[in-house]
């Protein structure tokens, strides 16, 4: 495992930054590991990254299936790792905390396998379809094609509201979709068929028990999602996660300070 050659690393002081500016307090212990864990294997690839990207030629030719796991956790530059781990930030803040870290941590390691498998059957799919083979060819890297699933994955938990891209407001009904082909029109050396595996995976996998626990968590009442998620950007949400993780503690205080009230005043009854 060799270091990365020194850069400017704008897009790793910019993520601390706003680690900062979050508090480590309030991001949910799994969201702050995968976050250190990409952050460390950006610094410390387990592998270069022509060694770590996947595709149907060197996963499925070559048999290198080892490629299905590091290619979520590894990514091109700073400022690739930097808008993934931001996005991932607010996602990870309201999944973690709905469905529990356990059950979060699960869907991550399947999310980042399967989604995997999925780009890998798109990729052979149009090879034969186009009668070209630079489509299996075609090497990926990051973490896109997860939160593009949890992305799906959190309107369905959160449903109602709209998200502003480019100023135009859309239903988070579609925002997904809306947002994979804005990425691919105004970045096309991003990876469109990456992307679409993650939210295609969610989609099929919804009729599965696997997604639909409902988890204990803190945000998991409905009539209060439409106000959480309604015409908030992502800094938006963030932010709202944030003071709602604050508020949730308070309240829990509160509610634990009451039960003891309660219970000692049931024990003058017992002597």
């Known amino acids: 495992m060799r270091p990365r050659q020194r850069g400017s690393h704008l897009g790793l002081l910019l993520l601390a930054s706003q680690l900062i500016h979050v508090g480590f307090d309030n991001i949910p212990p799994v969201t702050l590991a995968v976050l250190g864990l990409n952050a460390y294997l950006y610094l410390f690839p387990a592998a270069p990254l022509m060694k ?3 595709s149907v030629q060197q996963a499925y030719w070559y048999g290198d299936w080892r490629r299905l796991l590091l290619s979520p956790l590894h ?6 790792l930097y808008f993934n781990m931001v996005s991932f930030l607010w996602k990870g803040m309201r999944l973690e905390r709905r469905l529990g870290g356990a059950w979060f941590l699960y869907l991550l390691s ?6 995997g498998l999925v780009y890998l059957l798109l990729e052979a799919g149009l090879t034969e379809l186009m009668q070209d083979q630079s489509y299996s060819m075609t090497c990926a890297v990051g973490f896109s094609g997860v939160l593009f699933g949890l992305k ?9 509201g709209v998200t502003y891209m480019m100023g135009i ?3 988070n009904r579609y925002a997904s979709w809306v947002e994979l082909v804005l990425i691919h029109v105004t970045s096309p050396g991003t990876s469109f068929i990456g ?13 599965f028990p696997t ?12 009539n209060y999602t439409a106000s959480y998620t309604g015409g908030l950007s992502e800094e938006e949400q963030l932010e709202a996660a944030i003071r709602n993780s604050l508020n ?16 000692r005043r049931l024990r003058r009854f017992d002597s």
């Open 52 to 54: 770590a990207c996947v």
């Open 75 to 80: 990514h091109a530059d700073d400022m690739h």
């Open 110 to 115: 399947v999310f980042s396998l399967l989604t």
């Open 152 to 160: 799906v994955l959190s309107n369905h938990y959160y449903p109602g």
């Open 169 to 171: 407001p859309v239903s």
């Open 195 to 207: 992307h679409l595996a993650g939210i295609l995976f969610v989609f099929m996998t919804f009729h």
């Open 211 to 222: 997604l639909r626990r409902g988890g204990k968590g803190y945000y998991n009442r409905t």
């Open 248 to 263: 949730d503690r308070g309240q829990r205080h509160r509610t634990e300070r009451a039960e003891e009230i309660r219970w």
